[in-house]
């Protein structure tokens, strides 16, 4: 099951629900406040439940099956209303799309539960374009820009599609494809933790491929990937940053003025 | 308790789960087939022979009267001084007047090392050819062993050209291979390869470094 | 000629290995750039992704069919290939294994053993065994003839000596070839490789082969190859061994060309091999070649572990395309010894814990990003992420009720590592303590550590914002 086609879509809604992510909640704010901004200026309401703390993919991923159920349980039941749930980021999305109906499969009320939520699950950007079905005007100078999708963002919810759709509607914007653009970029969650060696590795490939475009700035739409590279760049001295792509989409089309 | 049993305990204490449904590959074909031009014997030759030449396969157009001497001249033009063949063509090649043909009537044992060393080219019927890969369907037997297509340097080999097949579905469906398997039935796609050094492809790796399809047509069609 | 036999390392210095490797850039060089060649050549075989989604579902099926079925199709294919006049082992263990091919060996007081490519003769490191028990084994294969003249072993399970460059393989013919000169030229580094390796295939006693797929319903062993080494091998000495994991046996004839036509396409972008060979039995009375006498050695090595639980069992779906180790970011970087397991990459990381236990292999399923390209490009569509997932779980915790233990489990498991995830999950399923943490965390942001594990290796560290998410909705609330 994945997203890369086939998905379909609701009419746009009046209010939707945002789920953070815990690495945005902490280290990126600022994107998932493009997030909200780049929704209500669509007309959308944003509700922002409060409990909400962490998706539970890190456990998932490091082999914690009671841990990743316990805090995926905690976000279940969070959207009780049947509004879509924006998610900003396309690992934790998948996370919640794909993988919560596997955490929950050996127990029916749950299941059913899980899997009443991970259809009204969205990535931002597929959201943005299938859903609100947003017209941006480009309000910018002329940019070239690439993109990095992260591997979950690429496989589970095809970002790298809605995501080029998005950029696709700002002319003065260039994306510029980068060598080997399919590859990780190493991060992995705990895989960055365990493996330095090789996951330094693969970040510093995929810098090297993002700085050979030419690039200003490289986009991503996962704040995991975008702290990896970023960090990265910082440590070789590199001028070159990335930006998530709710915050980039927001300055580009003007902020508030830039709705068509 | 022998491996054996312990092997197929294990396996049959396994939990069982769903049992999946007989996989249907004639459909399979078939829903393919339909959703392309249909086949005709044209198509499937105009194919083989573009497929055989990405093998770096030569294909020889020759008919059912003169192939022995479009065999002996391609020898000829290659060099060829010993020809191997097995007992089914031996008369017809003889009549041709090859040079240097010897017939693969001993066992192996009896000339393994004259078969190694000194046979440049060898002979063989077909079964038919696949479309699809550019491939020969070889059963080896008593009159032409398995390795008259193995180790002459130079494989020549007959195919009827109206026994090309789509793919190799069609053709083992059709020629009913699972009725009965003979002891060594073979695909042969080209001449022999590797691209195990730098992922350089260099023939001729153990097998023949020259693969000649002889391909009957009939008479009007070669003019 | 060194055909002296290496045992493999150990899969717990994989770590070591792994960083020594990335600090090669001539290794990274030449894996980056064959690998390069590989996922070009296989996409070019598939250029309709909705027609290849139906090809691998076939070959999915055909391969949840057949292991569904694994008991019942092993019976039948050992009666069937009795009948053919196939002798039938199986070996529990490599140790099993290896004293089944050396009894036979022995009994043709064999001097010379020729080996056509087989993965699990590697697994069971049967050329070890064969020297200890005073016989040559000889692999023919070029690449693996290329690894095991040069003392090590493969690095790829299609390509084996995809890590030497042709100077390296010129420079170890000249010293190692009697007669050999030194050249460069790859066709003539292959035609003294063919000289060589024609006068073994001619004095060998016995030749052993793999399987790539048996046959139950007719009783035929299938073998893909390019180079022919595997029908010398398994034609011109007098007795032929064929070895093979359980399995891979399919019922029906018909159900070996969808699983022959995605295996050459995904490993080599092939849309076949130069050679396909179905063997149905030894030499008949009449036939002039071939062998006199042939086996069949049925390995099970943790195979059956594999199978005995409903997830896991995926794993025995695999045909060894290598496509896998092909589009792995992290194989590509550190290349196949790195593992020190016989089948290395994505494949290696799911099939190794069930042959060699997870205390000599629980690193292995951590070394990937689970970045999913190897599920993408899976021709039988293992899902290789979850079971790299599953088997951390594993080696991380005990047996769960109602589930077989695993060779090994729970050998990864660390009271530190349970108490942190403990903690994790304590504040991530308390929102206000959650929340609290936040707080704190961007408050006493400047208290962050400047060295955090092993992400600061490559990367400036972590910092957290100045303030939350959660604190700017909620401030957004009250305006």
């Known amino acids: 099951m994945d997203d890369t086609g086939g998905r379909r879509y609701p009419a746009k809604p009046a209010r939707v629900y945002l789920f953070g992510t815990c690495l945005i909640d902490l280290f990126c704010p600022e994107a998932g406040m493009d997030a909200v901004r780049l929704l209500e200026r669509e007309g959308i309401e944003v509700d922002f439940p409060p409990d909400q703390t962490c998706c539970g993919q890190p456990a998932h991923s490091s082999g914690f099956p009671d841990q990743t159920r316990a805090v995926a349980l905690a976000q279940l039941r969070l959207f009780p209303e049947p509004w879509p749930v924006v998610v900003p980021s396309g690992s934790c999305a998948g996370m919640m799309r794909h993988h919560y109906p596997k955490v929950f499969a050996d127990d029916p009320a749950l299941l059913a539960e899980a899997q009443a939520l991970a259809e009204r699950v969205f990535e931002l950007s597929e959201f943005l374009l299938e859903v609100a079905r947003v017209r941006f005007s480009d309000q910018g100078p002329p940019a070239r820009v690439a993109l990095h999708t992260s591997c979950a963002a690429r496989r589970e919810m095809g970002t790298q599609v809605h995501a080029r759709a998005l950029l696709d509607q700002l002319p003065a914007v260039e994306v510029a494809m980068h060598g080997h653009e399919s590859e990780c970029c190493g991060f992995g969650g705990t895989f960055s933790l365990k493996h330095p060696a090789i996951s330094s590795a693969m970040a510093g490939d995929k810098v090297e491929a993002l700085k050979e475009t030419g690039a200003e700035t490289f986009l991503s739409a996962d704040c995991g990937c975008m702290l990896n590279l970023n960090h990265t760049l910082q440590k070789r001295g590199e001028s070159l940053q990335g930006q998530h792509l709710a915050s980039f989409l927001w300055q580009r089309t003007g902020g508030q003025g830039g709705r068509r | ?223 | 000629m060194n055909t002296q036999a290496l045992r493999f390392v150990p899969a717990s210095e994989f770590k070591e290995r792994a960083a020594a490797a990335v600090a090669d850039e001539h290794l990274r060089h030449s894996f980056r750039g064959a690998m390069d060649f590989l996922i070009g050549k296989r996409a070019a075989q598939f250029p309709d992704p909705v027609a290849l989604e139906q090809q691998r579902a076939l070959a999915e099926h055909i391969r949840k069919y057949s292991l569904a079925r694994l008991p019942d199709l092993l019976e039948q294919l050992e009666r069937k290939l009795t009948e053919n006049g196939i002798q039938v082992h199986w070996a529990a263990d490599p140790e099993q294994a290896n004293r089944i091919i050396i009894d036979i060996a022995r009994r043709h007081s064999t001097r010379l053993m020729v080996k056509g490519k087989s993965m699990v003769s590697e697994e069971i490191e049967l050329n070890h065994a064969m020297a200890d028990a005073g016989m040559e084994a000889l692999e023919s294969d070029m690449g693996e003839y290329i690894v095991q003249l040069d003392g090590e072993k493969p690095s790829h399970i299609i390509m084996p000596a995809i890590h030497k460059t042709k100077q390296e393989i010129a420079r170890l013919f000249a010293e190692r070839v009697p007669g050999a000169g030194y050249t460069e030229s790859v066709d003539e580094l292959i035609g003294i490789g063919r000289a060589v390796l024609r006068e073994k295939f001619m004095s060998a006693d016995i030749g052993l082969s793999g399987v790539n797929f048996a046959v139950a319903e007719t009783g035929t062993l299938c073998l893909v190859e390019n180079e022919g080494n595997g029908r010398m091998c398994t034609t011109v000495p007098d007795v032929h061994i064929a070895i093979t994991g359980i399995e891979k046996v399919v019922e029906k004839l018909e159900h070996v060309p969808p699983l022959f036509g995605l295996l050459t396409r995904s490993a080599t972008g092939q849309a076949i091999t130069t050679y396909f060979n179905m063997i149905s039995g030894p030499r008949r009375p009449g036939e002039k070649d071939g062998p006199r006498e042939m086996h069949l050695v049925l390995v099970d090595n943790g195979r059956t572990q594999a199978y005995s639980d409903e997830q896991l069992r995926s794993t025995l779906q695999c045909i060894r395309c290598g496509a896998c180790m092909n589009h792995c970011p992290v194989y590509t970087r550190i290349g196949g010894h790195a593992y020190g397991t016989t089948y290395p990459g994505p494949i290696g990381e799911i099939i190794s814990p069930h042959m060699l236990g997870l205390a000599a292999t629980h690193v292995l399923p951590t070394a990937s990003s689970l970045c999913g390209a190897c599920g993408e490009v899976c021709p039988v569509r293992i899902p290789i992420p979850d079971l790299l997932i599953r088997l951390r779980g594993e080696a991380q915790h005990d047996e769960r009720p109602g589930h077989f233990p695993m060779l090994g489990q729970g050998a990864a498991k660390s009271r530190v590592i349970d108490a942190i995830w403990a903690g994790w999950a304590a504040l991530y399923t308390r929102p206000a303590l959650y929340r609290a943490f936040g707080w704190l965390a961007t408050r006493f942001r400047a208290l962050t550590p400047p060295m955090q594990s092993g992400w600061t290796v490559s990367r400036t560290p972590l910092k957290p914002a100045g303030q939350t998410l959660h604190e700017r909705m909620a401030a957004r609330k009250r305006p």
């Not at chain 2, 022998?2 to 996989?23: H, N, T, V, Y």
């Not at chain 2, 069609?170 to 050094?197: F, R």
Request: proline fraction near 6%; glycine fraction near 8%.
């Open chain 2, 1 to 223: 308790m022998s491996d054996r049993d312990d092997i197929l305990q294990r396996l049959r204490a396994a939990p069982r789960g769903k049992a999946p449904l007989l996989p249907d590959v004639s459909a399979f074909h078939a829903a393919l087939a339909a959703g392309m031009p249909a086949s005709t014997p044209a198509a499937r030759r105009t194919l083989f022979c573009e497929k055989m030449a990405f093998w770096h396969g030569e294909v020889v157009r020759v008919t059912h009267d003169s192939w022995p001497e479009k065999l002996r001249e391609l020898c000829l033009a290659k060099g060829v001084r010993s020809l191997l063949c097995g007992e089914r063509h031996a008369v017809a090649l003889r009549g041709a007047g090859i040079e240097g043909l010897k017939t693969y009537d001993r066992p192996l044992e009896e000339w393994k090392a004259e078969l190694f060393q000194n046979i440049e080219a060898g002979l063989t019927s077909t079964r038919g050819g696949i479309a699809e890969t550019g491939t020969l369907i070889i059963w080896p037997d008593a009159s032409e062993p398995r390795l008259l297509s193995l180790v002459p340097p130079i494989h020549f080999a007959l195919l009827d050209a109206r026994q090309i097949y789509d793919n190799l579905f069609t053709a083992m469906s059709e020629q009913g291979w699972s009725a009965g398997m003979p002891t060594n039935a073979l695909l042969v796609s080209g001449p022999s390869k590797t691209a195990d050094i730098q992922v350089t492809l260099a023939y001729g790796a153990h097998g023949p470094k020259e693969l000649i399809v002889l391909l009957l047509v009939d008479e009007e069609e070669l003019a």
